[in-house]
């Protein structure tokens, strides 16, 4: 089992439409990472937070550490949106991220 | 301008060979990473390497060599390649804080290596 699962694996959305991809990890952290790798391949770091909320245009993400859980939504989906977006942790006192296997989005106009 | 940077973006070669990834970044960050991402799209940490120094070193055959030259480049050399080499290699860098923990990462494109 990995330390970090997200669900779901793959999501299609309609254009518009509220997206939300969870995350829940099974070890301690300082930090947790919302990613998005594009169809291109290029990875990119959407969010790091170890506590509440973060909001970044039409993306907010949460975090609840008592319940080991974290959600990435995406409001009024866009096309471009299409990508996979992944969650990963950083242990305490151990600069690495550990990885979840990542949510294939695809947002269809 | 580019933020961290890999060459070569593809890299097809010979079972047996030996080759080199590059990465540089022009953040003035002090930890750099090199990632592996696997034919299912798993990423995972291969290396660390802080203000030159090896950090993390995870489980990698000893065929994989990092090595530093200075805090803004973290070059990958790979002997004797395998099949199972083949995979999508990022790069990453970040900035510790001056409390000691740690920034978001930035990540190169990628090198996408192909063992024939």
């Known amino acids: 089992k990995n330390e970090v699962e997200q669900s779901p694996q793959n999501l299609t959305a309609q254009e518009g439409e509220f997206i939300t991809i969870n995350c829940s990890y099974s070890?301690?952290?300082?930090?947790l990472h919302w990613l998005q790798q594009h169809p291109g391949g290029g990875i990119v770091s959407l969010f790091m937070?170890?506590?509440g909320k973060k909001k970044h245009g039409r993306l907010i993400a949460t975090i609840n550490i008592q319940e080991k859980h974290s959600s990435l939504h995406i409001t009024a989906s866009h096309p471009r949106d299409s990508a996979v977006y992944i969650c990963?942790?950083?242990?305490?006192?151990?600069?690495?991220?550990?990885f979840g296997t990542g949510t294939r989005l695809q947002v269809f106009p | 301008d580019t933020a961290v940077s890999q060459t070569p973006k593809y890299l097809v070669t010979q079972m047996g060979n030996d080759k080199s990834i590059k990465c540089e970044q022009n953040?003035?960050?002090?930890?750099m990473y090199w990632y592996k991402q696997d034919s299912k799209k798993f990423l995972k940490i291969m290396f660390s390497?802080?203000?030159?120094?090896?950090?993390i070193n995870e489980t990698v055959p000893n065929r994989f060599s990092p090595k530093s030259p200075d805090k803004a480049h973290l070059n990958l050399h790979i002997n004797s390649l395998e099949l199972g080499d083949s995979a999508v290699y990022f790069c990453?860098?970040?900035?510790?804080?001056?409390?000691?923990?740690?920034?978001?990462?930035?990540f190169g494109p990628g090198t996408r290596l192909t063992v024939l």
């Open positions: 990453a860098s970040s900035q510790t804080t001056s409390g000691g923990g740690y920034n978001e990462q930035f």
């Open positions: 070890v301690g952290i300082s930090a």
């Open positions: 937070l170890s506590s």
């Open positions: 990963a942790v950083t242990p305490p006192l151990i600069d690495k991220l550990i």
């Open positions: 953040l003035g960050h002090d930890t």
């Open positions: 390497y802080n203000n030159k120094e090896l950090i």
